[in-house]
């Protein structure tokens, strides 16, 4: 019972220990609940090894869809993961899956799209080097141009060096003329010369005249 003039009971209060394993408790449990589901990851078939690795890398629900759609083009697991691990060196999300899923799709290899991103040339350069790829040039050619990018260097783009190729050019010559700075004036010259002979001329060389 109060007694008259008396102060009621103080209301307790939780210690500053008590508090902060209350919210450690409390923190840890959000982040349970919010682990990503990788059901659809394990029902495509990836292997437990792989879903390990990827947990590790914390993957989001929309990662797992990138990865979803990459490993339906035909990259492996092992790819997957490696991916994933260059995004977050660089502190980023993996969000390439349809860019890369397209490199596929056009018959770029696996070990060639790795290199691109390593390279940090994917996002800038994805479609055209898929162009490049349906027109025929090699994936030499394809990261010789991706490797002068990636240094800022002036280089043919992927249309002229498939011009280059029509004129009867190798890949192999292709790597040369971008390794030498081909320019795009000197591109429209080597296919004019090439023209010119398929046009049944050719270009004699004239001997002085004797007196």
């Given at each position: 019972?109060?007694?008259?003039?008396?102060?009621?009971?103080?209301?307790?209060?939780?210690?500053?220990?008590?508090?902060?394993?209350?919210?450690?408790?409390?923190?840890?449990?959000?982040?349970?609940?919010?682990?990503?589901?990788?059901?659809?990851?394990?029902?495509a078939g990836m292997h437990p090894e792989s879903l390990a690795q990827l947990q590790?890398?914390?993957?989001?629900?929309?990662?797992?869809?990138?990865?979803?759609?990459?490993?339906?083009?035909?990259?492996?697991?092992?790819?997957?993961?490696?991916?994933?691990?260059?995004?977050?060196?660089?502190?980023?999300?993996?969000?390439?899956?349809?860019?890369?899923?397209?490199?596929?799709?056009?018959?770029?290899?696996?070990?060639?799209?790795?290199?691109?991103?390593?390279?940090?040339?994917?996002?800038?350069?994805?479609?055209?080097?898929?162009?490049?790829k349906l027109a025929g040039l090699s994936e030499d050619v394809i990261l010789d141009?991706?490797?002068?990018?990636?240094?800022?260097?002036?280089?043919?783009?992927?249309?002229?060096?498939?011009?280059?190729?029509?004129?009867?050019?190798?890949?192999?010559?292709?790597?040369?003329?971008?390794?030498?700075?081909?320019?795009?004036?000197?591109?429209?010259?080597?296919?004019?010369?090439?023209?010119?002979?398929?046009?049944?001329?050719?270009?004699?060389?004239?001997?002085?005249?004797?007196?």
């Open positions: 019972m109060k007694t008259a003039g008396m102060p009621g009971p103080r209301p307790r209060r939780l210690s500053p220990a008590f508090a902060l394993a209350g919210f450690l408790f409390l923190f840890a449990g959000c982040g349970k609940v919010r682990q990503t589901n990788m059901s659809a990851l394990d029902a590790q890398y914390q993957v989001s629900g929309d990662e797992v869809r990138q990865i979803l759609t990459i490993g339906r083009s035909g990259m492996s697991e092992q790819g997957c993961v490696e991916l994933v691990g260059i995004a977050r060196s660089r502190h980023r999300v993996f969000a390439e899956g349809d860019a890369i899923a397209g490199l596929l799709n056009a018959g770029v290899k696996e070990g060639s799209i790795i290199q691109l991103v390593r390279l940090d040339q994917l996002s800038p350069f994805a479609g055209e080097a898929a162009a490049m141009v991706a490797q002068h990018r990636s240094k800022g260097q002036p280089v043919l783009a992927g249309a002229r060096l498939a011009e280059l190729k029509d004129a009867g050019y190798s890949n192999a010559q292709l790597v040369a003329m971008v390794d030498r700075g081909m320019t795009d004036k000197q591109a429209d010259e080597a296919i004019a010369r090439h023209e010119y002979a398929v046009g049944g001329h050719s270009f004699v060389r004239q001997q002085g005249r004797r007196r």
